[in-house]
């Protein structure tokens, strides 16, 4: 672990001392539906495997409820995990945010550490976001000499004005040659 982390875990910390954190985010942001992302450090489960290893990719259980505290934020999972949240991706805050200040607005309070709860999502409440439907994959092709054969796209010919601009074309070569312009054919 290098030094910025190891003053952020210490902070959050001492914050929220009376707090037992299950470890520690950075580059948090929240996936959809409601379930924290981002690198895991001093994971209390952490195994010598590699499972929960200081630097490695999580996705946590929904969040029930985030506390705030001074600069200091952390979220109770539904597994009842507490994971302490030291970094956000570039926009990852918003989304905890807009939380936080809807949370205030409804219910304008002075505590020391506030803390509000988010409703579970049953399968019959509209969700925040949805879950991109999975892409079916496509057969791969292989592609020949003939397969790769182009064509003009666009409109198909119209031979009437094809015959016109046949007749134009004589005419114009007609009318150069009249005036002493000696036409060469490249035929």
């Known amino acids: ?9 210490l902070k959050l910390k001492a914050d929220a001392s009376d707090v037992a954190f299950t470890g520690f985010v950075t580059n948090a942001h929240v996936e959809p539906p409601l379930m924290l992302a981002g690198e ?10 590699g499972k929960f290893a200081d630097g490695h990719r999580i ?3 929904d969040i029930v409820q985030i506390h ?6 952390w979220v109770t999972t539904r597994s009842g995990s507490i994971y302490g949240i030291l970094s956000f991706t570039p926009l990852g805050w918003t989304y905890l945010s807009d939380f936080y200040q809807a949370d205030y607005k409804l219910n304008p ?3 020391t550490t506030t803390s509000f709860y988010m409703p579970s999502p049953t399968a019959g409440n509209a969700r925040l976001a949805k ?3 999975e892409r079916t994959k496509t057969e791969s092709v292989r592609l020949t000499g003939k397969a790769l054969k182009r064509e003009l ?3 198909k010919p119209d031979p009437k004005y094809m015959s016109q601009m046949n007749a134009f074309v004589h005419e ?5 040659k009249r005036n002493g312009v000696k036409i060469t054919s490249h035929e």
Do not use: Y
């Open 1 to 9: 672990m290098n030094d910025k982390i190891d003053a952020a875990i």
């Open 40 to 49: 895991i450090w001093s994971h209390v489960n952490a195994e010598p495997s």
């Open 59 to 61: 996705e946590t259980s």
């Open 68 to 73: 705030a505290l001074g600069d200091s934020l």
């Open 109 to 111: 309070r002075n505590q």
């Open 131 to 133: 879950r991109r439907p």
């Open 153 to 155: 796209l666009g409109p």
């Open 172 to 176: 114009t070569v007609e009318v150069l």
